[in-house]
């Protein structure tokens, strides 16, 4: 599995972060290309995509990639607010203008009403794509050929973790709490919101040392810390350090454009 972080910001962006997206891919399907080549063109053709939120900045930073927006057809929502959701319609008018005849929007309940206002209010791009919307909660879906399970989070709206098997985790917007720290447990790689230093008096996400503390003693491979604000600047190291006085795994940042293979 390839996990790319197109944008790593927060509703605050900043011109080294966008807000959030991420594009998930999966390996190639066996036995598509020659030889099994992961490089191979025709297996490159045949990774399974997954849009991933779709905040604003997002569609830019996903056509930088060799994947490009053409390849992308379902997008899986963590939750509705603007910073997750802003490139959405773009993302449609980008297909179709393209000449893409499908999208797939996947989100918690209220992700139907969401798009159907959106095309309310720019309804000349209503019917350009075949479009399906679909909802889903805390349970296991499978969506653009991933087996997904979802959990709920601490946000201040209606949000949801997303695990992908045993290889990757995504937080979306949280508190930390044990119950997401178990629903990662196992996991090679967990993104988690990290939006704000210690010295931010902050509901709805986690600092740093919140974030540590949650996950002492935790199962989990690898830690990247996104949803970043503006606060954090000239902050990372000190970040890290406080989520490994608890934690005793790898801690990274995230940053846009970064790929990990998992």
């Given amino acids: ?27 190639p399907v066996a036995g598509d290309g020659e030889n099994g080549d992961a490089d191979d063109e025709s297996d490159e053709g045949r990774r399974r995509r997954l849009l991933l939120d779709c905040g604003s900045g997002v569609l830019n930073r996903l056509s930088a990639t060799d994947t490009g927006y053409e390849s992308v057809s379902t997008v899986l929502l963590t939750h509705h607010h603007l910073d997750h959701v802003a490139d959405l319609l773009p993302l449609l008018k980008a297909r179709w203008l393209a000449g893409e005849e499908h999208l797939e929007v996947v989100g918690p309940v209220g992700t139907k009403a969401l798009v159907d206002g959106l095309l309310d209010v720019h309804d000349y791009l209503d019917g350009r794509v075949a479009l399906r919307v679909r909802e889903v909660g805390a349970e296991s879906f499978s969506v653009a050929g991933f087996d997904v399970e979802g959990l709920e989070t601490r946000h201040s709206m209606p949000c949801l973790a997303y695990r992908f098997g045993d ?15 178990n629903f990662a447990s196992g996991a090679k790689m967990l ?17 740093p040392t919140q974030l540590g503390e949650a996950l002492s003693g935790a199962d989990v491979g690898r830690v990247y810390l996104t ?14 350090q406080r989520v490994e006085q608890y934690f005793d795994g790898d801690v990274r940042m995230a940053s846009d454009g970064l790929r990990v293979d998992i």
Avoid: W
């Fill in 1 to 27: 599995m390839r996990v790319t972080f197109l944008g790593t910001g927060s509703a605050m962006p900043t011109p080294e972060r966008v807000q959030t997206g991420l594009l998930v891919e999966s390996d």
């Fill in 167 to 181: 290889e990757f985790v995504f937080s979306g917007d949280s508190e930390a709490f044990p119950g997401l720290v």
């Fill in 191 to 207: 993104a988690h919101d990290c939006s704000f230093p210690d010295e931010v008096d902050v509901s709805n996400h986690p600092t």
């Fill in 227 to 240: 949803h970043l604000y503006p606060h954090t600047r000239g902050k990372h190291s000190e970040m890290i």
